[in-house]
């Protein structure tokens, strides 16, 4: 089982039965770990930021949330837009991003990492309630658990490709 496969089981546990994303090189192996599950229904949407919002009104309908699958780079900035209006608005809502392999984040203070990424948790931090990699299942429960703690607001959980990908027991 990779880290993928444990998110998707995750959301699964979860009882979470949608999730609003575009797939791309930084988050295909989630998308792909959802969707060989088969529980969750995968909602792809034109753009990151329609996938934000509509995460957002899903919960102030359905009282659920609805994760936000975005890739790497562009992908993620994309998000940023949504993040800040449940920000503002207090909604909980739940980013999971893809990014490059972590090998690349070795540079101190780089512009790119690697082909397309960026810090996308530190960009994040100021208009999330809580932003972190990914290193394990426990960063998303507690982004969750955070998201729904009275003021509601938005969580971002970063997954480089490499961990997403690494075998876990």
Same mark, same amino acid.
């Given at each position: 089982?990779?880290?993928? @496969?444990?998110?998707?089981?995750?959301?699964?546990? +979860?009882?979470?039965? !949608?999730?609003?994303? %575009?797939?791309?090189?930084?988050?295909?192996? %989630?998308? @792909?770990? %959802?969707?060989?599950?088969? +529980?969750?229904?995968?909602?792809? #949407?034109? !753009?990151?930021?329609?996938?934000?919002?509509?995460?957002?009104?899903?919960?102030?309908?359905? +009282?659920?949330?609805?994760?936000?699958?975005? #890739?790497?780079?562009?992908? /993620? &900035?994309?998000?940023?837009?949504?993040?800040?209006?449940?920000?503002?608005?207090?909604?909980?809502?739940?980013?999971?991003?893809?990014?490059?392999?972590?090998?690349?984040?070795?540079?101190?203070?780089?512009?790119?990492?690697?082909?397309?990424?960026?810090? /996308?948790?530190?960009?994040?931090?100021?208009?999330? +309630?809580?932003?972190?990699?990914?290193?394990?299942?426990?960063?998303?429960?507690?982004?969750?658990?955070?998201?729904?703690?009275?003021?509601?607001?938005?969580?971002?959980?970063?997954?480089?490709? @490499?961990? &997403?990908?690494?075998?876990?027991?």
């Amino acid at each position: 089982m990779t880290n993928a @496969d444990a998110i998707a089981l995750w959301i699964n546990a +979860k009882g979470i039965t !949608h999730c609003f994303g %575009i797939i791309g090189a930084g988050n295909i192996a %989630i998308f @792909d770990a %959802i969707s060989r599950l088969g +529980k969750t229904k995968i909602c792809c #949407t034109h !753009h990151e930021q329609a996938a934000a919002q509509a995460a957002t009104y899903y919960y102030r309908t359905c +009282k659920k949330i609805a994760p936000v699958l975005v #890739t790497t780079g562009a992908g /993620s &900035a994309n998000a940023l837009t949504g993040v800040l209006a449940a920000y503002m608005d207090s909604q909980p809502l739940l980013i999971i991003s893809g990014n490059e392999p972590t090998n690349f984040f070795s540079v101190s203070h780089p512009r790119v990492i690697g082909v397309q990424g960026y810090d /996308s948790v530190e960009v994040a931090r100021p208009i999330t +309630k809580f932003a972190t990699r990914f290193t394990g299942i426990v960063d998303l429960e507690l982004a969750y658990m955070t998201a729904l703690t009275p003021r509601y607001g938005p969580v971002w959980v970063d997954v480089c490709r @490499d961990i &997403a990908t690494r075998i876990v027991k």
